[in-house]
Nanobody
Framework: QVSLVESGGGLVQAGDSLRLSCAAS????????MGWFRQAPGKERDFVAA????????NYADSVKGRFTISRDDAKKTVYLQMDSLKPEDTAVYYC?????????????????WGQGTQVTVSS
């Protein structure tokens, strides 16, 4: 079992930046991918970004390409989401997730472990 804890959310103005962190603990040896998802009130959970642990291959949702960057720190077992040029439409609860399989990095149901989320609110 993998335990994930997100941090770094907050209330910011449009155009500001935030960096989210997701620290993994427990049995992480089988984790091959980590992802970030977000969910706004009354809406479905959406894919944001993912990174493959081996090699660091990344994927991004079209809505965040060029603004968000996902990265990892192997020694700290932590993944980050650097968010620049934030927009009000980015407002959501952001969740990190860990998965055991190489496929389905953009699909929430293909991840097995989830954090409890961190709130990001962007005002205009």
């Amino acid at each position: 079992q993998v335990s994930l804890v997100e941090s770094g959310g907050g209330l910011v103005q449009a155009g500001d930046s935030l960096r989210l962190s997701c620290a993994a603990s427990g049995r992480t040896v089988n984790t091959v991918k980590m992802g970030w998802f977000r969910q706004a009130p009354g809406k479905e959970r959406d894919f944001v970004a993912a990174i493959m642990w081996n090699g660091g291959t990344t994927n991004y949702a079209d809505s965040v390409k060029g603004r968000f960057t996902i990265s990892r720190d192997d020694a700290k077992k932590t993944v980050y989401l650097q968010m620049d040029s934030l927009k009000p439409e980015d407002t959501a609860v952001y969740y990190c997730a860990a998965g055991r399989y190489w496929f389905g990095s953009t699909i929430g149901s293909h991840y097995e472990s989830w954090g409890q989320g961190t709130q990001v609110t962007v005002s205009s």
